[in-house]
């Protein structure tokens, strides 16, 4: 362990638990317990997560995702479990869940078209989960762990991906469309506050549109990234920037935070040597070029050997060397502002 990570675990000894809303970059495995398109409880998803047995559990990754990274930061634990685990734990419980849902969004189309948990269902998933501690643990314990826990939000890339092009854009332009979006994150936002969260960490879009599938669909022959949706990824995070501000003033006991995941992740694919990897438009499963969720799977030909040269796992997600890095470097310029 470094000093750095030394330092924020000694600071943050006062946070009792970690809640995730979000999409596939955050779901743990809840989605192994729903009737979803978007699932991944397979080979060779989870060949790398030690922590599990190397087997496939739900995470979009070869192993550990962002939610687990941001609770071994935090100095919580080091695996964040899905809420909806029928197996867990009251101790589990206690320490923190990840409610995100692969394929989720802020537009609640998203959500319904790919059947996962809207923002609205995890919302209520939290308060199923407070009812539930305040029943174990008694109510001036459930209230320390709801106000003073870290509380992450992250979603978006789909609404964009998978959302705006087939079904939304008769409706909007990509200016209105972000609009809609960043209300509804605003909205969000205050409903968690209401229901207690203090600590708050809203993470902007990627840099969608230079993801593997999004080149092979957008960026032409070259495989170029897609300017479209990275332009739509900017306007977007312009917005949740403004909207946290916004918050800041309105909520001044609340710290939300804006953690930036585009230009992190813009870095690392414009200097990949110097973070020790090799590809970058390309997935280590299959073809790298479109697999994800259920076209990549244990019949995917020429699935790399050594993920760690990849910084992403299928054509849509990250490897989990590449997630702890990002989560690594976007916390670490952060962390004191949660307090």
Same mark, same amino acid.
């Given at each position: ?44 998803? &989870?060949?790398? !997560? ?12 070869? &192993? ?10 935090? &100095? ?7 809420? /909806?685990?029928?197996? =867990? ?6 320490? &923190?869940?990840? !409610? ?12 319904? *078209?790919?059947? *996962? ?8 998933? /939290? ?12 109510? +001036? ?19 964009? @991906? ?21 209300? =509804? @994150?605003?909205?969000? =936002? ?33 495989? *170029? %990234?897609?300017? !479209? ?5 900017? /306007?977007?995070?312009?917005? =949740? ?23 992190? /992740? ?6 990949? *040597? ?21 076209? %990549? ?11 760690? +040269?990849?910084? !992403? ?8 060397? @590449? ?12 962390? +004191?502002?949660?307090?």
């Amino acid at each position: 362990m470094s000093c750095q990570e030394q330092n924020i675990r000694k600071k943050n000894e006062s946070v009792p638990a970690i809640f995730v809303f979000g999409d596939s970059i955050v779901d743990t495995g809840n989605n192994n317990y729903i009737k979803t398109i978007a699932k991944c409880n397979f080979p060779p998803y &989870g060949r790398d !997560f030690a922590a599990g047995g190397y087997k496939p559990n739900g995470r979009f990754s070869n &192993g550990l995702v962002p939610s687990d990274f941001i609770a071994e930061i935090f &100095g919580v634990k080091d695996i964040l479990p899905p809420y /909806l685990d029928p197996n =867990l734990q009251l101790q589990e419980l206690l320490t &923190g869940v990840s !409610f995100a849902s692969g394929g989720a969004g802020y537009d609640p189309l998203t959500s319904k *078209a790919a059947g *996962a948990m809207s923002l609205s269902d995890q919302l209520d998933k /939290l308060g199923e989960y407070q009812k539930k501690i305040r029943e174990a643990v008694g109510e +001036n314990r459930a209230e320390t762990i709801v106000s003073k826990s870290i509380y992450i939000v992250c979603l978006g890339s789909d609404d964009i @991906a998978n959302t705006y092009l087939p079904f939304r854009q008769s409706q909007y332009d990509i200016p209105s469309y972000t609009d809609l979006m960043a209300s =509804l @994150a605003f909205t969000f =936002l205050k409903e968690l506050y209401g229901v207690g969260a203090r600590r708050i960490g809203v993470v902007s879009m990627p840099i969608i549109g230079c993801v593997p599938s999004q080149r092979t669909v957008e960026g032409g022959i070259n495989r *170029a %990234c897609s300017d !479209f949706e990275n332009q739509a990824a900017i /306007l977007f995070n312009m917005k =949740l920037l403004s909207q946290t501000k916004l918050l800041n003033k309105q909520f001044p006991d609340a710290r939300i935070v804006y953690l930036d995941i585009y230009n992190t /992740l813009d870095q690392v694919i414009q200097n990949p *040597a110097q973070y020790d990897f090799e590809v970058v438009d390309k997935g280590c499963c299959g073809t790298g070029i479109i697999e994800a969720s259920m076209s %990549c799977n244990s019949l995917s030909i020429n699935t790399c050997t050594d993920d760690s +040269n990849y910084i !992403f796992w299928d054509s849509y997600h990250p490897t989990e060397k @590449a997630y702890k890095l990002i989560t690594s470097m976007v916390l670490r310029h952060k962390i +004191n502002d949660f307090f």
